[in-house]
């Protein structure tokens, strides 16, 4: 069973680039949800899709977007990039929307400079 | 209402002991508890979890204790390994969606040999 595999692993832009972020989910996995974790803190939940449509969204603005493809891969898409867009972005992927558990990705690590 | 406070933010314990992390909510509709496991580097990954009908749920060494009428849950791990060196993060879901999850700020945790 293949996990939850995240592409870049490491990203470096500035200040007003955009940036897109590739997460492929777990196999047999239909739903995907992205957490922005900053240094020393918890994962923030910011979206999740859910047959390829958003299905809830945190405090986030609406310069972070998303996809989900039909294969169940996604997409985290930043624009107009901001210093304090710095962090470890986490691609979940979970079977269903209710009593499954979130199975996480190891992050890109996103640099804002 | 939508927080998880976490404590102790940071904790060290002997190899053999037992190490304990508290969890504590007000939203009395998160109805999802999870725990995860984080290493430097690696994305979160899932422990052990539980529902606010059930009071304690144990899987090896890993035991959740839940306390709904004081809105608390707590993780021990007993006899404490160098390997369980790493950072814990309590959660819980505002909705009836496992895949929204909100964190707490997470405990670094040392077990010294």
């Known amino acids: 069973e293949t996990g939850v595999t995240q592409s870049p692993t490491h990203l470096i832009k500035t200040r007003g680039q955009q940036v897109t972020l590739r997460c492929s989910s777990q196999?047999?996995?239909?739903?995907v949800s992205w957490y922005q974790q900053a240094l020393g803190q918890g994962p923030q939940f910011i979206f999740q899709?859910?047959?390829?449509?958003?299905?809830g969204r945190g405090n986030f603005p609406p310069r972070f977007s998303g996809l989900q493809f039909p294969n169940y891969s996604s997409e985290l898409n930043v624009n107009a990039l901001e210093l304090d867009d710095s962090a470890l972005y986490l691609c979940?992927?979970?079977?269903?929307?209710?009593?499954?558990?979130?199975?996480f990705g190891n992050g890109t690590r996103l640099t804002v400079t | 209402q939508q927080q998880v406070k976490q404590s102790p933010q940071s904790l060290i314990v002997q190899k053999g002991g037992i190490s304990i992390i508290n969890c504590a909510y007000e939203?009395?509709?998160?109805?999802?508890f999870p725990w995860y496991q984080q290493f430097p580097g690696k994305g979160p990954a899932l422990l052990i979890a539980?529902?606010?009908?059930?009071s304690e749920k144990k899987e090896g060494r890993f035991t959740i204790s839940f306390n709904k009428s004081a809105k608390q849950f707590s993780l021990h791990i007993m006899d404490s390994q160098p390997g369980d060196s790493a950072t814990y993060f309590c959660?819980?879901?505002?909705?009836?969606?496992?895949?929204?999850?909100?964190f707490g700020q997470g405990t670094t945790l040392q077990v010294k040999p």
């Open positions: 979940a992927s979970g079977r269903g929307t209710y009593n499954s558990p979130l199975h």
């Open positions: 196999s047999g996995h239909n739903t």
């Open positions: 899709y859910y047959r390829e449509e958003e299905n």
């Open positions: 939203n009395t509709a998160f109805d999802y």
């Open positions: 539980i529902r606010p009908d059930v």
């Open positions: 959660a819980a879901n505002p909705s009836s969606n496992t895949g929204k999850l909100i």
